[in-house]
C-alpha cells in the first residue's frame, strides 16, 4: 500500500505561480512512474503530467505544456509540480498518482484507469 499526499496549493493571482509536492510512503518509490491529475466539479478528472521512475522521461497535457514542469526527488520519494504563468483555467484540485512500472523509460500514461494509488488532492485556485 501506496499513501500519497499533496501539499503546496492556495489561492493565486493569474500569471503567478505556484509548486505542488507530493510525498509517498514507500520505499519503493523509485519503482513507480508518478502523475499529476486535476479536476473540477462536474468535470471528469484530467491528465497533467507524468514522470518516469528515473525522472528522465516526461510527458505533459498541451493545455499546460510549456508552463508546468514535473520533477521528481527519489531521495526523498517525493514528486514536484512547478506551476508557472497560471490562468483562471488551471483552477481545480490536483491529485498525485502512483502507477508501478518495469522501464526506466514508461514514464506511466494520461489514462486515470491505469494508476494503482492516489492522493486526497490539494485545490489551485487562479484568480483573474
Known amino acids: 500500500q501506496v499513501q500519497l499526499v499533496e501539499s503546496g496549493g492556495g489561492l493565486v493571482q493569474a500569471g503567478g505561480s505556484l509548486r505542488l509536492s507530493c510525498a509517498a510512503s514507500?520505499?519503493?518509490?523509485?519503482?513507480?512512474?508518478m502523475a499529476w491529475f486535476r479536476q473540477v466539479p462536474g468535470k471528469q478528472r484530467e491528465f497533467v503530467a507524468a514522470v518516469s521512475r528515473a525522472g528522465n522521461s516526461t510527458y505533459y497535457a498541451d493545455s499546460v505544456k510549456g508552463r508546468f514542469t514535473i520533477s521528481r526527488d527519489n531521495a526523498k520519494n517525493t514528486v514536484y509540480l512547478q506551476m508557472n504563468s497560471l490562468k483562471p483555467e488551471d483552477t481545480a484540485v490536483y491529485y498525485c498518482a502512483a502507477r508501478r512500472v518495469f522501464s526506466d523509460s514508461d514514464y506511466g500514461g494520461a489514462y486515470v484507469g491505469i494508476y494503482d494509488y492516489w492522493g486526497q488532492g490539494t485545490q489551485v485556485t487562479v484568480s483573474s
Open positions: 514507500t520505499r519503493t518509490f523509485s519503482t513507480y512512474a
